[in-house]
Each structure stands twice: as structure tokens, then as C-alpha cells.
């Protein structure tokens, strides 16, 4: 069974301020890709990583994927009150098939 | 920009009874998924189908439950007997041959 276990699970921190969340597993993912979701809608894609030691920006986000394809990691630069949420990484494996696995989730709250 | 769309939003079922939650992929898409979310739990895959078959399914996913694509557009989720563990977020999600999967907004299946 794979897991993925993201930490911290909450996070809670000032407007302006940077912070990094982390995403990991002693899997092997084909790739990696990190979600968004609010309460009661679906996950929403935000990037996705493929090769071992990607790095991936859109805007203030930059996303990571590690050289053995096992972590990542996302830095939130200056956070603003618009980047509270919940945010997922999901592995994909079974090379082809692609089924997600879900880590846990990081709760992000920025405070104003 | 194209979406993944899922009917209805919420259902409310009596157990034993039957339920199809209904999802339109994104239209070019070739792979299509399911996944469920208990109230503060993780995204669980349920089940992966391409060319028209299922690919993978989970544990979760037993004799009652069932896929379908009717028709060129719709992809459809079948709960033979709902039981109250049923109750959950399910999202339908679809992707075209890159790694990206696009979550639909999720049906909520309550099951009394």
C-alpha cells in the first residue's frame, strides 16, 4: 500500500510571510501533482510534476519533485489571505494506469 | 475552459436502495476515475476505465458497485445496495494522455 503523508497538517501563519509544506513517501510515483480543494467541492489542479528534481513555479508557488520521485514540496512566497485552503499532493503510479493516491492534506490558514 | 460536470450535487438515499451518480468527462478525454471522500478522511480511488473497461479497481469497489459509459459523453457510478458507510464524497475525475486528472465537483451520497 502506498502512502503519502504531508506535514504540517495544519499551518497557520501572517500575511507576507513565506512557508513550506512537505510531501512524502517511500514510493515511487511516476508523478506528482498538488490540488487545492474548499470545503464540499472538488480537488483542483494547481501542477503537475514528472521528473525527478522538477521544479515548477506559478507565481508565488513553487513546487518541487524529488530526485527519486519518492517527495515534494510546495513554498508559498509572501502568502496572502487568498492562499488559505486546503492543499493536497497526490501520487500516480501504476505507470500508465495513473490512479491517485492522496496524501493527508495541509491546512493552510493565512491571517490577515 | 473545459470542466468535468457531476449530477446531482447531493443525494439522499435509504439503505438497500439503488444510486447512479452521473459524470461528463472532459470531452477529448480518454481516461476516466472514481473517487469517494468520508467526511474528514482522505480521497480514496475507487476505479480507473479506458477503451471502454475497467483498468483497476480498489478494494472499496465490490460486487456493488458498477461503471458505465452509456453513450459517448456520460460515465456513470452505480450503487447496487447502499449500506451507511456509503455515505461520502464521490468525485468522478478524467484525464487525456498526459498525467493531469481534472476532479469534477462531486456528488454527496447520504445514505440514511
Known amino acids: 500500500t502506498q502512502l503519502l503523508e504531508q506535514s504540517p497538517q495544519f499551518l497557520s501563519i501572517q500575511e507576507g510571510e513565506n512557508l513550506t509544506v512537505y510531501c512524502n513517501s517511500s514510493s515511487v510515483f511516476s508523478s506528482l501533482q498538488w490540488y487545492r480543494q474548499e470545503p464540499g467541492e472538488g480537488p483542483v489542479l494547481l501542477v503537475t510534476?514528472?521528473?525527478?528534481?522538477e521544479v515548477k513555479k506559478l507565481k508565488r508557488l513553487t513546487f518541487q519533485f524529488g530526485d527519486a520521485r519518492k517527495d515534494s514540496s510546495l513554498h508559498i512566497t509572501a502568502a496572502q489571505p487568498g492562499d488559505t485552503g486546503l492543499y493536497l499532493c497526490?501520487?500516480?503510479?501504476?505507470?500508465?494506469?495513473?490512479?491517485?493516491?492522496f496524501g493527508t492534506g495541509t491546512r493552510l490558514t493565512i491571517i490577515p | 475552459e473545459p470542466e468535468v460536470t457531476q449530477t446531482p450535487s447531493h443525494q439522499v438515499t435509504q439503505m438497500g436502495q439503488e444510486v447512479i451518480l452521473r459524470c461528463v468527462p472532459i470531452?477529448?478525454?480518454?481516461?476516466f476515475y472514481w473517487y469517494r471522500q468520508i467526511l474528514g478522511q482522505k480521497v480514496e480511488f475507487l476505479v480507473s476505465f479506458y477503451n471502454n473497461e475497467i483498468s483497476e479497481k480498489s478494494e472499496i469497489f465490490d460486487d456493488q458497485f458498477s461503471v458505465e459509459r452509456p453513450d459517448g459523453s456520460n460515465f456513470t457510478l452505480k450503487i447496487r445496495s447502499t449500506k451507511l458507510e456509503d455515505s461520502a464524497m464521490y468525485f468522478c475525475a478524467s484525464r487525456d494522455d498526459t498525467y493531469e486528472q481534472y476532479f469534477g465537483p462531486g456528488t454527496r451520497l447520504t445514505v440514511t
Open positions: 470531452s477529448n478525454h480518454l481516461y
Open positions: 510534476v514528472v521528473t525527478g528534481g
Open positions: 497526490a501520487g500516480a503510479s501504476n505507470f500508465g494506469n495513473e490512479k491517485l493516491t
